[in-house]
C-alpha cells in the first residue's frame, strides 16, 4: 500500500512576512560578504565622498559664498550626505545589472526562498552599505569643521531623513538594474551626477539662473539637503519659496512617492524577467 502524500500545510500572511525578512536577510549577509571581498570597491566608494569635500570644501569653496551668510563648509556638508545617498544608488544599479547577466538572479529565482526575499536582501545590503559610507562622511565632516547645532535629537532625524532618501532610491536601482544592461548600468552616473549637482548640495537656488533656481528648488535631493540643514542648524536652508520653507515635508513625501511607484515596479519585473 503506498503511502499517502503529506498534507498541504497553509501558510499565514504572519508566516509568509517572516520568511520573507529571514531570507531577505540571509540573502543580505551575502551581499555584504561579497562587498567585504572586493575591497577596492569599497574603499573607492569611500573615497569618492572624502574627495569631493576636500574640492568642494578647500579648492571650489574659497570662492563660495552661502546666501545669508555662514560657514560654507557647514553649508556644504548636509549637501554632501544628501550627495552620497542618491550618487551611491548607481552602484545598485550596475551589481543588479550584473548579477541578472550573469544567471546569479536566475539561480536565486530557482531556489526555495522568498521571491521578495531576494529583491528585500538586495535592499538590506545596500541600506547597510550606505550606512557605512555616511558614518565615514560625518567623521569627514566633524574633522573640517562640520557639526550639528540643534541637539542629537534633531540631527537623528536628519540622519533618518537620509536614509529615506537612500532607501527610496534603492527600489529606482533595482528597477533600472533589472531593466538595463551592464554596460548600460556604467553609464548611468551620466545621470545621477546632474541630477546631484542642478539641486542646492553646492549653492543655494536663489543664486542659479531663475530656471535653474526652480528645477534646484524642486529636485528631491534639494528637499532632504535643506531639511537636513534645518535640523542640524546649518546655514543655507532658509527661503521664500513653498518648497525651503516645507523642507521637511518635503523630504518625506519625495521619497515615499518615489518608493510608492518603483517598489512595485521592481517586484513586478522581478516577476516577469523569466518571459523576456
Known amino acids: 500500500m503506498s503511502a499517502l502524500p503529506a498534507p498541504i500545510v497553509p501558510t ?89 547577466a550573469r544567471g546569479v538572479t536566475d539561480r536565486y529565482r ?33 574633522l573640517i569643521g562640520w557639526n550639528w547645532n540643534n541637539g542629537p535629537g534633531k540631527a537623528l532625524a536628519a540622519i ?28 548611468s552616473w551620466m545621470v545621477l551626477l546632474p541630477l546631484t549637482m542642478t539641486a542646492s548640495t553646492f549653492a543655494s537656488p536663489s543664486q542659479m539662473p531663475a530656471v535653474l533656481g526652480f528645477v534646484a528648488e524642486w529636485n528631491p535631493v534639494s528637499a532632504t539637503v535643506n531639511a537636513c540643514r534645518e535640523l542640524f542648524g546649518n546655514p543655507g536652508w532658509g527661503g521664500d519659496s513653498w518648497a525651503a520653507q516645507h523642507a521637511v515635508l518635503l523630504a518625506i513625501g519625495w521619497p515615499v512617492l518615489v518608493t510608492a511607484i518603483f517598489l512595485p515596479l521592481s517586484a513586478r519585473t522581478y516577476r516577469r524577467l523569466d518571459r523576456k
Open 110 to 142: 530557482s531556489m526555495p526562498v522568498s521571491q521578495s526575499g531576494i529583491v528585500l536582501g538586495r535592499a538590506l545590503a545596500d541600506m547597510v552599505g550606505s550606512a557605512i559610507e555616511l558614518a565615514v562622511l560625518v567623521g569627514c565632516g566633524l
Open 160 to 187: 533618518g531623513l537620509l536614509f529615506l532618501l537612500r532607501f527610496s532610491l534603492v527600489w529606482v536601482g533595482i528597477y533600472l538594474g533589472l531593466r538595463l544592461t551592464p554596460e548600460a548600468a556604467g553609464a
Open 12 to 100: 499565514t500572511a504572519a508566516q509568509r512576512l517572516g520568511w520573507m525578512f529571514s531570507d531577505g536577510w540571509t540573502l543580505a549577509q551575502g551581499n555584504l560578504i561579497g562587498l567585504v571581498r572586493n575591497p577596492a570597491a569599497l574603499i573607492g566608494a569611500m573615497l569618492y565622498p572624502l574627495i569631493m569635500v576636500l574640492m568642494f570644501g578647500y579648492v571650489f569653496g574659497s570662492a563660495m559664498t552661502v546666501a545669508g551668510g555662514g560657514d560654507y563648509r557647514e553649508f556644504l556638508m548636509p549637501g554632501m550626505f544628501a550627495q552620497t545617498m542618491a550618487v551611491g544608488v548607481g552602484t545598485t544599479i550596475i551589481v543588479v545589472a550584473q548579477q541578472s
